[in-house]
Structure formats: structure tokens, C-alpha cells
């Protein structure tokens, strides 16, 4: 009995002891949580407020660690890309090759006057076109009408040429070989007296001596087929000529041209041409010129005038 007594008592007293300590231990851990709350709000704001830091250092080091373009060397560029503008047909005479670039077409148009010895004056006009075909051929055809004083056809003629330069390595110097063949349509207007038909080759040169001058040469051989009534009219040809390109600026150029075309066989002849052109492009695709002088200086008190020449061509590409 006294031993039950005892427990109870004990037992009350626990109880009055966990109840008097109990608001004690939850206003501590009411104080520890509200502890931890606030470290936790504390560690997080400043977590924000570096994570600005963070990302601006990882974006610097992605910036090191950041590829630039390459060029086509495998360098890296520097600064804003290169732009790389591909080159055209030049412009200066001096600078042009001897054949068109692949896939251009160069239509071209002319009036021709001819003031001519003991016979009546001519009035013409001649149309053509010359094709690039691919890199370094070309082929080309032109037609000549004559109006006055009748109305005639006049050479037809047929070419290919082939540019050689790419072969020789030499810088400035430009080398082309020719192949022509002319259909003489008409007695009255033609360049090969009697000819029913004729062919030439020839070799073209030019070298560029500076960007206001260069030289350019010349040299064919060729034959001419046909008759003048009963009478054959066979004969060969041959054609040397040197000139001067003097580019006063990019756009105009001024051709000077003096040669030697030898006639032997049926037809014997040897005239001494001086021959001129001005060229202006006009714009980039669109060159004017001038052509004039004399057929044959041989007779310098009445030579042969070839007379006056106003042409154009354009260039288009494809």
C-alpha cells in the first residue's frame, strides 16, 4: 500500500514537472525554428544576391573560352568579319583579259562611215556578239550590212579564240591564240577582194607595263579562196601589227594600233595601217568607243581612209 502510494506521488510530480517545463521547451524550440528560419531567409538572399556575380564570372570565362570565327586560312578574325567582295570584268582596258569570263555574252553594235578613193563613200552597219564559254574560250560572230551607196551584205565572220595566259605564269603579260573564218558575201563590201572564203589564225599579246600604259601585239597568217568572173582569185595573208594602250583614268583608254598586212598570190598588196580607238565605259558593263584612221599609209598624199567608227557593247553574265 505504501509502495503504490509512493509511485502515485512519484508520478504527480513528474507530471506537474513536465507540465511546468513544457512552455519553457516550446518557446525554445519556437525560438531555435524561428532562428533557423531566419538563417535560412539570410543564406538565401545572399545566395541571390551573388548569383548575379557568379553569373557575370561565368560569362566572362565562357567569353575567354568563346570561339572566334575563322577565316579561310583557319585563323581566328579579329574585330567584325571580313567581307569579301568577289572581283568583276576590270574595268580599265589595261587590266581586261583577252577572253571573256565564263558564261558572259558581249553583244556589240556599229556604225561605220568609209570615205574611200575614186569611188563612192560607204555606209554600214555592223552587229556581232562575242560568248565566254568556259574559262579561257571564247567564240565569237560578226555581220556587217552595208546601206549605201547599195545595200549589200559584207564579211561573215566566225571566230574561237583560246587564252594561254594561265599557261605562261608571267605576271602583266596576257597571250591568246585565234582561229577565223570569213564568208566573203559580196564583191562590193568586203576586206578580201574576189574571196569566197577565207581563214586566218593569229596570236594575240598584251603586256601591262603600269596601271596608264600598256602594249599589245598582233601576228596572223591566213589565205583567201575564190575568183573574179572566169579568173581565180587565190591568195595568202599575212598581218603584223604593235600598239600602245594609254589609260588616262579607269574608265577611258585610248588604243593606238600601226601594222603591215601583206597580200601575195593572185592579189598582190602591201598597205601600212594606223588605226585608232577611244573607249569610255560608260558604266560597269557598258563600254562606247570611237574608231578611225587610215587603211594604208603607204600613199601619204591620198592614203585610204577607213573613216569613222561608233560602237558599243554590253556585257552580260549568266
Known sequence: MVKSARLWSLAVVLLGLWIFSAPTVLAQDEEGWGAEEEEDKAAEGKAKKDKPKEDKAKGEKKDEMWDAPKTETGEAA????????????????????????????????SIRFDFLDDIDN?????TGARFGIIDNLEAGMF??????????????ELYGLYDLTSLLGADGFNLAGRLVLV?????????????????????????????????????????VIGDVGPANMNY???????????????????????????YFGDWDEVLLPLLMRVQYTLIHDLDLFVDTGFMDLTDVADPW????????SYRIGF
Open 183 to 223: 564568208a566573203p558575201l559580196s564583191n562590193g563590201y568586203t576586206d578580201h577582194p574576189g574571196g569566197d572564203f577565207a581563214m586566218r589564225t593569229e596570236a594575240l599579246a598584251k603586256f601591262k607595263f603600269t596601271d596608264m600604259l600598256a602594249a599589245t601585239a598582233q601576228a596572223g597568217f591566213g589565205f
Open 78 to 109: 579579329s574585330g567584325e568579319p571580313e567581307v569579301v567582295i568577289p572581283s568583276g570584268y576590270p574595268v580599265a582596258e589595261v587590266d581586261r583579259p583577252l577572253a571573256l569570263p565564263p558564261m558572259t555574252l558581249e553583244p556589240e553594235i
Open 122 to 126: 560607204r555606209f554600214g552597219l555592223r
Open 143 to 156: 555581220f556587217p550590212l552595208g546601206f549605201a551607196p547599195n545595200f549589200r551584205a559584207g564579211d561573215l
Open 236 to 262: 595568202f595573208l599575212v598581218k603584223m601589227e604593235g600598239g600602245l594602250i594609254f589609260q588616262a583614268i579607269e574608265p577611258l583608254a585610248l588604243h593606238l594600233r600601226f601594222g603591215l598586212t601583206a
Open 305 to 312: 581612209i577607213i573613216g569613222v567608227i561608233f560602237g558599243a
